[in-house]
């Protein structure tokens, strides 16, 4: 079985200064990790995935995220906040190694409000 | 090229009505999932599949959602009796399926409304 918690539900950051959005995870097996974008009616976009190559990932818009397995984390960073980075973000969890359908398993989800 | 088309993209229909959902994966994707994505939560698998065939159901609610793909490519998600509760937006999602690596690309939903 595969979990995911998301720690923060909204994450309130000023434009220029750093972003770090919260996610652990559960899985029985090695997992592939992935973090989502959802804007406001748009369709879910692929900000960055681990697949158990380098364990920093570095993805779209400046995001990258770390995977620690003793932590079993996978904490999404962005070093300076834009306007636009204000969405929603869910932290993504794939346990392929454990049979079945590859359907992946979200979190509930982080609101990422950027402060002008 | 083109991403995964859903329609329509918003349906309202009546307690106790019938719906079909439509997904157009990206071309030569063999993998489609079906995923609903309720009010202020993330999305939640429905149903898998590979080429033809559900690959894995397990996540469909009850016996009134059903989802089929004959031709591998097009899949339709229908709902039987829809009640209030089935209110949310439906997304589809495709994909290569390559050993080691599942990324999943997302059409923009079918928001449906129940009345």
């Known amino acids: 079985a595969q979990s995911v918690t998301q720690l923060d539900s909204h994450v309130s950051v000023s434009e220029g200064t750093p972003v770090l959005l919260r996610c652990n995870y559960s899985s029985s097996y090695s997992p592939s990790l992935f973090w989502y974008v959802q804007h406001p009616n748009k369709g879910l976009q692929l900000l960055l995935k681990?697949?158990?190559?380098?364990?920093l990932v570095k993805g779209i818009n400046g995001f990258e995220a770390e995977f620690k397995k003793s932590e079993t984390s996978f904490h999404l960073t962005k070093p300076s906040a834009h306007m636009s980075d204000a969405a929603e973000y869910f932290c993504?969890?794939?346990?392929?190694?454990?049979?079945?359908?590859?359907?992946?398993?979200f979190g509930k989800g982080t609101h990422l409000i950027i402060q002008p | 090229g083109a991403g995964v088309s859903q329609t329509p993209s918003n349906k309202v229909t009546e307690k106790g009505k019938y719906v079909e959902l439509r997904c157009d994966p990206i071309?030569?994707?063999?993998?489609l999932y079906w995923y609903r994505q309720s009010l202020g939560q993330g999305p939640e698998f429905l149903i898998y599949?590979?080429?033809?065939?559900?690959?894995?159901d397990s996540g469909l609610p009850n016996d009134r959602f059903f989802a089929v793909r004959p031709e591998g490519s097009v899949s339709t998600l229908k709902i039987q009796r829809t009640e209030r509760g089935d209110s949310a937006v439906y997304l589809c999602?495709?994909?290569?399926?390559?050993?080691?690596?599942?990324?999943?690309?997302f059409g923009p939903g079918t928001r449906l409304t129940v009345l």
């Open positions: 071309s030569g994707h063999t993998a």
């Open positions: 599949f590979q080429g033809t065939g559900a690959a894995d």
């Open positions: 999602a495709s994909s290569l399926k390559v050993a080691g690596v599942n990324e999943q690309f």
């Open positions: 993504v969890v794939s346990d392929r190694a454990g049979g079945g359908a590859d359907g992946l398993t």
């Open positions: 681990y697949t158990s190559a380098a364990t």
